[in-house]
């Protein structure tokens, strides 16, 4: 029972939490939730 719940409150967390990452397009570290950033995936239309 103990576990679950802490599974669960972490799944929580990283759906909202944006990790600061590489971004796999322009290669500049950011917050962002995706495999590219916000500005590449306007940019490139993703």
């Known amino acids: ?5 802490t ?5 929580e967390i990283d759906l909202v939490f944006e990790w600061r990452r590489l971004c796999h ?3 500049e570290r950011k917050r962002f939730k995706r495999l590219i950033c916000d500005d ?3 940019r490139y239309n993703v």
Request: proline content about 0%; glycine content about 12%.
């Open 1 to 5: 029972m103990g576990d679950t719940d």
């Open 7 to 11: 599974t669960d409150a972490i799944r």
């Open 25 to 27: 397009a322009c290669g």
């Open 40 to 42: 590449c995936r306007e």
